[in-house]
């Protein structure tokens, strides 16, 4: 059986994904970053964790093949597809003081870490999702930029 969600921008959704069943992410429009976390179905205590799946993989870029880890060093998810190739492993979800940090202006600025409580239904303190197509470049000397999203409208990874 197959479901199609479109997830507005500055929202989120909880969808239960089974064992074996697919998980499409499409950039509708092009650009988009995608504040993807899951957690395990009856034990939230067990989520994604980009520090353990980049440990397993011993590399901060997700390819083909890899395995997406918890924060217990259980298997949770496979790549098997990815047409961009460039997904952030490495930065939080955007919260209120990053925007004061950054910008000055967190004051009740939609932001993703409130997106992903309220669609779980929790309190999180904070949550390091896998940002999808967020374009993070590591520099030799250990410096990072955010680059634009080099995904097109249409790119997708399963």
């Given at each position: 059986?197959?479901?199609?969600?479109?997830?507005?921008?500055c929202s989120g959704m909880k969808v239960e994904v089974k064992r074996g069943h697919r998980i499409t992410v499409i950039d509708v429009d092009g650009?988009?970053?995608?504040?993807?976390?899951?957690e395990v179905t009856d034990n939230p205590?067990?989520?994604?964790?980009?520090?353990?799946?980049?440990?397993?993989?011993?590399?901060?870029?997700l390819n083909i093949g890899?395995?997406?880890y918890t924060n217990l060093y259980h298997p949770m998810l496979?790549?098997?597809s990815d047409d961009v190739g460039e997904h952030d492993l490495l930065h939080p979800c955007c919260r209120p003081e990053m925007y004061d940090f950054f910008y000055h202006n967190g004051a009740r600025h939609p932001n993703c870490l409130d997106n992903i409580n309220r669609a779980l239904g929790e309190q999180r303190a904070m949550i390091t999702p896998i940002n999808l197509f967020m374009h993070t470049k590591i520099n030799d000397n250990g410096d990072i930029s955010v680059e634009r999203p080099l995904s097109k409208a249409g790119d997708k990874i399963d």
């Open positions: 059986m197959s479901e199609e969600y479109v997830i507005p921008a650009g988009q970053v995608v504040d993807f976390f899951a205590q067990e989520f994604l964790s980009t520090g353990v799946t980049i440990d397993c993989n011993e590399s901060f870029k890899d395995l997406i496979e790549i098997l």
